[in-house]
């Protein structure tokens, strides 16, 4: 069983940045692929970025390529989404998910999520 809370939310100017954290239970988080997901009101979860065990192997969605920055700490079972120029369309709440086997895009094959924090970009 592994649980996870996020940290880090806020409001923030566009162009601005924040730092996402997710911090794990667990003796084995380094055996877990972690991804970042957000949604929208009214639109479906999206992945954001997503990182194998040894950070080894990362994944970004198109539209935060060359802005954000999935990265972890397996010493304190700690994975973080380093957020800059934001921008309005990256409001939402950001959810960290965990699965046990390599990196997935889609939300189904995460077996666990934390409760999700909310970004807010103001134009």
């Known amino acids: 069983q592994v649980q996870l809370v996020e940290s880090g939310g806020g409001l923030v100017q566009a162009g601005g940045s924040l730092r996402l954290s997710c911090a794990a239970s667990?003796?084995?988080?380094?055996?877990?692929?972690m991804a970042w997901f957000r949604q929208a009101p009214g639109k479906e979860r999206e992945i954001v970025a997503a990182?194998?065990?040894?950070?080894?192997?990362?994944h970004y969605a198109d539209s935060v390529k060359g802005r954000f920055t999935i990265s972890r700490d397996n010493a304190k079972n700690t994975v973080y989404l380093q957020m800059n120029s934001l921008k309005p369309e990256d409001t939402a709440v950001y959810y960290c998910?965990?699965?046990?086997?390599?990196?997935?895009?889609?939300?189904?094959?995460?077996?666990?999520w934390g409760q999700g924090t909310q970004v807010t970009v103001s134009s």
């Open positions: 667990g003796r084995t988080f380094s055996s877990y692929a």
């Open positions: 990182i194998n065990g040894n950070g080894g192997t990362t």
């Open positions: 998910a965990a699965r046990g086997r390599n990196i997935a895009t889609t939300a189904g094959p995460y077996t666990y």
